[in-house]
């Protein structure tokens, strides 16, 4: 059984920065893809990025491209979003998840497969 636990979220102004985490415990985090998902109230949830399990590879979606990194740590088994340029629109519980999918193909993972961490709160706000 995986269980994924992020962290870092919080509150923060427009243009500032946070890092969040998810920490994952179980053998097969070096194996899969990790990506980070957003749901904002009232929206469905989106993509956001992901990376492939060497970390050689990522895949973001255009409304954060150039303002967020991915990364990963599989000595830590966690895998890190970078968010710099924070927008009231990225305002959302932001999700972890797992898959054994290439990262081009995470922005149509079920919300039923793979594996799914509980949420971080990130509100960006004058």
């Known amino acids: 059984q995986v269980q994924l636990v992020e962290s870092g979220g919080g509150l923060v102004q427009p243009g500032g920065s946070l890092r969040l985490s998810c920490a994952a415990s179980?053998?097969?985090?070096?194996?899969?893809?990790c990506g980070w998902f957003r749901q904002a109230p009232g929206k469905e949830r989106e993509f956001v990025a992901a990376?492939?399990?060497?970390?050689?590879?990522?895949y973001y979606a255009d409304s954060v491209k150039g303002r967020f990194t991915i990364s990963r740590d599989n000595a830590k088994n966690t895998v890190y979003l970078q968010m710099n340029s924070l927008k009231p629109e990225d305002t959302a519980t932001y999700y972890c998840?797992?898959?054994?999918?290439?990262?081009?193909?995470?922005?149509?993972?079920?919300?039923?497969?793979?594996?799914w961490g509980q949420g971080t709160q990130v509100t960006v706000v004058s």
């Open positions: 998840a797992l898959d054994t999918v290439p990262p081009y193909t995470m922005p149509s993972m079920s919300p039923t497969s793979g594996y």
């Open positions: 179980g053998w097969t985090f070096s194996r899969r893809t």
């Open positions: 990376i492939n399990w060497s970390g050689g590879t990522t």
